[in-house]
């Protein structure tokens, strides 16, 4: 279990920067009810809350947003508040002309997309486990904007280890920072937080150099869709011709010819409603599926009281484009997507690492909601795209050794992946069963978050009582999980921001101890294949005895 630190320690970013953001013990208000949590626990940050704020003269209460997180946005950020698990990242080595890719040029872009995009500007603000609150500080002048995006800003000497550091050092975001910028290039200070500069310089004299550029997100307020998003946004606008005097006359038209943006609703509000007969029989539908779910397979571990701290490593093949060419229409001509393979391979790979078992398979998934967001009726202002839109399904294949041709039987499971994903996402009842699922997950976070901070002593496992559909049930164990990100080319406009060019992009998040997590994507034409996982918390040789093998199987079954 997860104990938090005794001061919040978020902001510890000695990696990064010799700042110190180390947060102040909150204290409430005195007309404020005290919140019912134990003394210890960080969950409401000083700079935070609106409530702090609200009765003080001369501050405009107007100039605060904030909004109650959902069942899924709680469930992620609960278990984050220790060390940040499952704290996302997309990051980039570009290329292009020094004066394209000046700190202040980025810097300028950066807070011009806050902007747009509150929660990334945003912090957290608990009073209980349960009444957890986004809230923005919205900016009234350019200086506030450039210092609020500043504060989320780190540039860098580069040195390649950015994303070792952000996985396996001490946490970069909090509740405090849900987001942070990343910037490594050559002239970067050794350390340091971005000055925002004094005035706006023209474009200097260009010269062509290479760099870093890293977005950090705590997963409470995005998914992947949001993050490839936004940087597509990013390099458009920063390999535009504007310049940064250009940058600054569009931050200053956002803060005083707009009404500024407002934090985006959660999804669950955003979804149609479901009328009573479906969501009953949706539950019955969800229930029957569990029943149905079965899997009992999983790497060996090493016992808990025996591991060394976590250690996340993330080998990386990208196949050339000939090859990714080839995949493709293998996959093609078998009928079935990149993504049905991926699945498949993970599961013969194991199951050659394995003994032959009767018992199946389970690998899990993130299902994208935003196709299922209902329009509004009455037209508006389009609110940001980034926020949490995710779903989740697992899919079962069988783990027993067959005779039969490895081509013949990775095509054969593919397409039962297939009709598994097709039957999870385009099911009628998607989305009572996303609100049930979110419901159920934030039930669990809240009841281990207790747990983790001793306000409640964890349940004995004699003592929990499995509903009666349940009780029979086979077991239901995942071996890993796997992130299919699809054509990262469609959505990165290369063509709209020709003066960067984007050599290689990495993604993942951080892990829990013993976390292992398949990322799959192709990008500038190349299928990417990428492991994230604690090295220190599997069986000596495991691991990377499936990662050769599962680099055999595409070799063997698709490329030969």
Not at 105 to 118: D, E, I, N
Not at 200 to 222: F, K, Q, V, W
Not at 540 to 557: H, K
Request: with cysteine.
């Amino acid at each position: 279990m997860l104990t938090p630190p005794t001061t919040p320690t978020g902001n510890n970013i000695a990696r990064f920067s010799k700042v110190d953001h180390t947060s102040r013990p909150y204290a409430p208000p005195a007309a404020r009810p005290q919140p019912v949590l134990p003394p210890s626990l960080p969950l409401t940050p000083p700079a935070t809350s609106t409530d702090r704020f609200q009765n003080q003269p001369g501050v405009n209460v107007a100039h605060w947003q904030s909004r109650q997180l959902t069942d899924n946005e709680l469930s992620y950020y609960l278990p984050s508040r220790a060390d940040g698990v499952n704290d996302m990242y997309v990051h980039h080595r570009l290329s292009g002309a020094s004066d394209c890719l000046s700190e202040s040029r980025v810097l300028y872009v950066w807070a011009y997309q806050l902007l747009r995009h509150p929660l990334l500007a945003s912090s957290i603000s608990a009073h209980t486990y349960e009444d957890v609150r986004f809230v923005r500080s919205v900016p009234s002048t350019l200086e506030e904007a450039l210092q609020q995006a500043a504060s989320r800003f780190h540039a860098v000497p580069t040195n390649g280890s950015i994303i070792d550091t952000y996985l396996n050092g001490p946490r970069t975001l909090s509740s405090d920072r849900l987001a942070c910028l990343v910037f490594a290039h050559p002239t970067a200070p050794a350390f340091g937080l971005a000055t925002p500069p004094s005035s706006p310089n023209a474009r200097a004299e260009s010269e062509a150099y290479d760099c870093e550029l890293m977005l950090c997100a705590t997963h409470a307020i995005g998914d992947g869709m949001a993050l490839h998003t936004f940087m597509n946004e990013f390099y458009t606008l920063l390999g535009s011709s504007s310049s940064v005097a250009d940058l600054r006359e569009m931050i200053l038209a956002k803060l005083y010819l707009e009404e500024p943006q407002p934090i985006p609703q959660g999804l669950e509000s955003q979804l149609p409603a479901a009328s009573a007969w479906r969501t009953i029989v949706g539950a019955v539908d969800s229930r029957l599926n569990q029943t149905r779910l079965t899997g009992n397979q999983s790497f060996p571990l090493i016992p808990a009281s025996q591991r060394k701290p976590r250690q996340t490593v993330v080998p990386t093949v990208a196949y050339s484009s000939d090859e990714t060419k080839r995949i493709l229409s293998s996959c093609k001509a078998n009928g079935v997507t990149v993504a049905h393979a991926v699945f498949a391979l993970c599961n013969m790979a194991w199951a050659r690492l394995a003994p032959s078992s009767r018992d199946p398979c389970i690998i899990y998934s993130a299902a994208n909601l935003r196709p299922h967001i209902q329009t509004p009726s009455v037209p508006s202002s389009p609110e940001s795209f980034f926020h949490l839109a995710i779903g989740y399904f697992n899919v079962s294949l069988p783990s027993l050794h067959v005779p039969i041709a490895t081509s013949d039987l990775l095509w054969h499971r593919a397409r039962s992946v297939r009709a598994q994903m097709m039957a999870a996402t385009r099911s009628p009842f998607v989305v009572p069963r996303a609100r049930r699922d979110g419901l159920e997950r934030r039930e669990r976070a809240v009841r281990w978050a207790k747990m983790d901070d001793g306000v409640v002593e964890p349940t004995a496992a004699s003592e929990v009582i499995s509903p009666r559909w349940l009780a029979d049930a086979a077991p239901q164990k995942a071996l890993m999980g796997v992130s299919m990100l699809g054509n990262l080319d469609g959505m990165y406009k290369h063509a709209a921001f020709p003066s960067i060019k984007l050599e290689s992009l990495m993604t993942g998040s951080r892990q829990r101890s013993a976390g292992l997590l398949l990322f799959a994507y192709t990008f500038r034409g190349q299928l990417w294949l990428s492991l994230g996982y604690d090295e220190n918390g599997f069986a000596p040789g495991v691991i990377a005895g499936f990662w050769t093998g599962l680099q055999g199987l595409v070799s063997e079954a698709i490329l030969d």
